[in-house]
């Protein structure tokens, strides 16, 4: 009779660890956010960025520069988006979904160089799953839509939701 | 005589190739076939016989430079014996003491064959290549400046993707350096002494011709800037230095000498050369004493120093440079003898590095008379 008591219990238990929301956190580490649209550091910032591309040479050099700009963009467009600057947030994670296509070819390219992958793939991987947490983050507070109305010019629609949806589709893909 | 320690000295040579090859890594599966487990099962008489090689080699080498003085040996002579020196230990071992030299070839390899920048690309990634197998540092990005990337493609392509044809190009390459040096040591001073305390002194030797250590072409460039300044070619003289600069940053600590020649070439004012060697005989020396609060004074740190002592020979710098060439040498024991870099040994490293040299200049400050009369006659 006493062991019969058990079963309800153990069933409860079991119910609570599975109903309990599990969460895959990546433990891939994003920078801090660096000079934002507007700082006087801005501007020299692009300009490094553009030079550094070609410091990063070699299959592995373009995926890690894409890579770190594909994260650089996308803690600047988090920031900004906490700042309700919906325009620049938009436009960097625009940015850092352009770097983000970049990453993958550039492995694909290492591997047909006949260079071992696997490391980097992982890396990749990594970088996607914590794209994605940011991304969803993002679109908690995010609205929807955001109509930017700037001087003397006509106004025009950012579907913001949908952007970061695309974002993660994307990242999605290098899972 | 002279023939008769000419010969014992490369049947000595050959014998410390023998016995180089002792150390080879079981990792390292191009030379396993010398592999002998011997250094692990039998670390006592390792360490016996390392520093009964090294003890010989000071011996050697006092006993040339005492025979060059003499005139017992001729330029001519130390000449055969640089160059027999050279060509015998470069069948040595490379990795017997340090492991830098696998670092220099797959540094190398990832600029070269992969076409990858080594200032950004670590060796690791590069999973499955059969060189991280004995390659130590491979965590790393390249350490050294971009001047030794661009000569390093020399033994690299010379090696036609041929581990261990890159492997003795490098060492080849280290050789070669080591000649120039002693030829610019000589250009330099106009006196062959130079080269014989440079040249024949064992730590540069081990280092050098054995070890493959990249210090001896910063010391060229920075030797080879100096002697062009002394020929007023200050342009010139720069980008050498400059060249050497980027290869290791110590020789920085030259640029103020160099601005200070060129001040005193403005002025019209002479050179006092023996006081430009001795400065930059101190600020390489500071170079090197500053070296354990990047990582640890590496044996071969010395190189930067020598050729400047070796130009100004001046009493206390030689006594003090070859008793740390001596005490130097001796810091590879404790690994040899315990296995290990942790507790005790990088005590004991520190004691044996430092105290001969205390204990020496606390002599030679108490003695002073005694040493000027013995066994250091310029």
């Known amino acids: ?175 | 005589m002279k023939k008769w320690i000419i010969s014992f000295y490369s049947v000595f040579l050959i014998a410390f190739i023998f016995y180089s090859y002792l150390f080879i890594d079981f990792n390292l599966s191009y030379l396993n076939r010398f592999y002998s487990n011997f250094i692990f099962d039998n670390r006592q008489l390792t360490s016996i016989m390392y520093a009964s090689f090294i003890c010989t080699f000071f011996v050697f080498y006092f006993l040339f430079w005492r025979m060059y003085l003499n005139n017992t040996l001729g330029k001519k002579d130390i000449k055969w014996i640089i160059g027999m020196t050279s060509l015998t230990l470069l069948i040595s071992y490379p990795a017997m003491l340090s492991y830098d030299i696998f670092n220099y070839v797959l540094t190398a390899k990832v600029l070269y064959l992969y076409k990858e920048n080594p200032y950004i690309i670590m060796p690791m990634q590069f999973t499955g290549d059969p060189f991280l197998a004995f390659t130590h540092a491979a965590n790393k990005i390249a350490l050294y400046g971009p001047t030794w990337l661009g000569i390093t493609s020399i033994p690299h392509f010379l090696g036609f993707g041929n581990f261990i044809l890159i492997l003795f190009n490098f060492k080849l390459l280290a050789a070669a350096f080591y000649a120039a040096t002693a030829w610019m040591l000589y250009k330099i001073s106009k006196d062959f002494l130079s080269v014989v305390i440079f040249s024949l002194n064992p730590l540069v030797i081990i280092e050098t011709l054995v070890s493959g250590h990249n210090d001896i072409a910063v010391v060229f460039f920075a030797l080879s800037g100096l002697y062009l300044l002394s020929k007023k070619k200050i342009l010139l003289a720069f980008i050498l230095l400059l060249l050497s600069i980027l290869i290791k940053y110590s020789t920085l600590l030259l640029l103020p000498v160099f601005l200070y020649v060129v001040f005193l070439r403005i002025k019209n004012k002479t050179v006092n050369w023996d006081k430009i060697y001795a400065i930059c005989a101190i600020l390489m020396l500071t170079a090197f004493l500053l070296a354990p609060f990047r990582e640890e004074i590496y044996p071969w740190y010395a190189i930067w120093f020598l050729p400047f002592v070796a130009l100004l020979r001046r009493k206390s710098m030689m006594v003090v440079s070859l008793v740390f060439s001596f005490s130097l040498l001796l810091r590879y024991i404790p690994y040899m003898l315990l296995g290990t870099h942790l507790d005790p040994s990088p005590l004991i490293k520190t004691l044996v590095t430092f105290v001969p040299v205390t204990c020496v200049l606390m002599f030679m400050f108490v003695k002073n008379k005694l040493w000027e009369k013995r066994f250091f006659r310029f």
């Open chain 1, 1 to 175: 009779m006493k062991k019969v008591l058990w079963v309800p219990f153990l069933v409860l238990i079991l119910l609570t660890f599975s109903i309990a929301p599990i969460f895959a956190q990546s433990s891939y580490v994003l920078p801090y956010p660096s000079a934002m649209p507007g700082s006087f550091l801005y501007k020299p910032r692009l300009l490094f960025e553009k030079l550094n591309k070609y410091w990063y040479f070699g299959n592995f050099g373009q995926f890690t520069y894409s890579l770190k700009q594909s994260d650089k963009y996308l803690v600047e467009a988090k920031t900004l988006f906490e700042y309700k600057q919906y325009l620049l947030g938009y436009n960097a994670l625009k940015k850092s979904d352009r770097y983000f296509k970049e990453t993958l070819p550039n492995l694909e390219k290492a591997q047909e160089d006949e260079k071992n992958i696997t490391q980097n793939r992982l890396i990749l991987s990594s970088a996607a799953q914590r794209h994605i947490e940011i991304l969803e983050i993002i679109a908690k507070d995010a609205p929807e839509e955001f109509i930017w109305q700037p001087e003397k010019e006509r106004p025009s629609k950012l579907k913001i939701k949908a952007a970061i949806q695309l974002s993660i589709l994307l990242r999605n893909k290098s899972l």
